[in-house]
């Protein structure tokens, strides 16, 4: 091991993790200091920041007008489970699941709602064959598994003219990938993610077909406040200008705008999507040069822009798991990636966050050190034997 050289560069920025994620290049909490602090978040000025905030989401994401988008509280939890618990049970429901975000929605449907759902799962690094999936039923499922690094290519197999309802958890495909609208009845995310923002608020976008459901249907079980969004069978427009359920942090909405100005900045969602797109692509080249590591993805198509996930598959490698937390605690205690672990209930290895607000020469200065950081490891299982 003692002839093992350190790669000569190191990332500028070691943060690749996949929630809280990066914030946005030269972050600085100097940036926030146009957030109105002790004022009321009904005030004409707390108001304007959150309508701002909406404005900006549906200008760079390209929602389409007619559509309502939200900012509602629980993170991207607290928007999916709104939207499921408010619009599911008025007709038969399918659940896919491609990774653990995924199934915590199918626990929901079947365990809590129970709901006599109709569930699809693929295995870690696979998707569920969209081909297959009745779309006069409501449909929940992930478009970027944030915990496989499986994604779905496009939204293709979803007809534009379908009687149920898509349920889309958005929250690491946002602003890194294209979502096609007309195919998108709920889309949901948090802000910690793409842009980098504060963890705690969700947006929930509606579509006029998601609203009609809500003014149509009343569901079976009880509706905490903080769910509701119709009141006397009509939508609660309110919520869709800023007038937020409960109290949100000012703090992190001021920090959610400034990354939206930034994203406006760079060139909008292209840049943002060309961004993870590069950033993903340098850690596919180098796994595409190196035998003993994978992607998860078993299908290039599939693989994730934003949440890349990595296997090791060396042969010398016996316990996968004890191997790839090495490795990670390695880079970690070298200061050049923190949090590049797998997901706890996913497969060993690791995983990379490339989504847009992580610059390229800092996902390139990171390859060097996975390979020295594996090649450490391995001669330290040599060593052991
Ligand atoms: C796909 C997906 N869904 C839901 C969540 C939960 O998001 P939040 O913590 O914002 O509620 C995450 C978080 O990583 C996620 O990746």
Known sequence: MSDLQT???????????????????AYSLDLLSDAPLGRSHRAAVGKA??????????????????????????????????????????????????????????TDAVKQLKLDATVRKAAYGEIVDLAQVD??????????????????????AIPADREGLTICDATSAAFAMDLPWDKLDVVTFSWQKVLGGEGGHGMLILSPRAVERLESYTPAWPMP?????????????GIFQGETINTPSMLAVEDYLVSLKWAQRIGGL???????????KVVADFVAAHDWIANLAVDPA??????????????????????AKAVAKRLEK???????????????????WCGSTVE???????????EWAFEAEIAALAKAA
């Open 7 to 25: 790669p000569a560069a190191r990332p500028a920025n070691p943060r690749f993790s996949s929630g809280p994620c990066a914030k946005i290049p």
């Open 49 to 106: 920041k959150l309508k701002e905030a909406i404005d900006l989401t549906r200008e760079i994401l390209g929602v389409p007008e007619g559509y309502r988008i939200g900012i509602v509280p629980g993170s991207d939890t607290g928007a999916v489970e709104m939207a499921m618990w408010s619009l599911l049970g008025a007709r038969p429901v399918e659940m896919l699941a491609w990774e653990s975000f995924g199934e915590g929605w199918v």
């Open 135 to 156: 779309f006069t039923r409501d449909v929940v499922f992930t478009w970027n598994g944030t915990t496989s690094g499986v994604r779905l290519p496009n939204g293709d």
């Open 225 to 237: 406040k903080i769910f509701r969004m119709t009141k006397g069978g009509k939508l609660i427009e």
């Open 270 to 280: 292209k840049a943002l999507v060309a961004r993870a797109e590069a950033n993903s």
């Open 302 to 323: 599939t693989a994730s822009t934003t949440s890349v996930c990595l296997k090791f598959t060396d042969p010398r490698i016996a316990d996968g798991a004890a191997f």
């Open 334 to 352: 070298e200061g050049v990636a923190l949090d590049v672990g797998a997901y706890r209930d996913a497969p060993a290895g690791l995983r990379i």
């Open 360 to 370: 390229t020469a800092d996902v390139a200065a990171l390859m060097p050190w996975i």
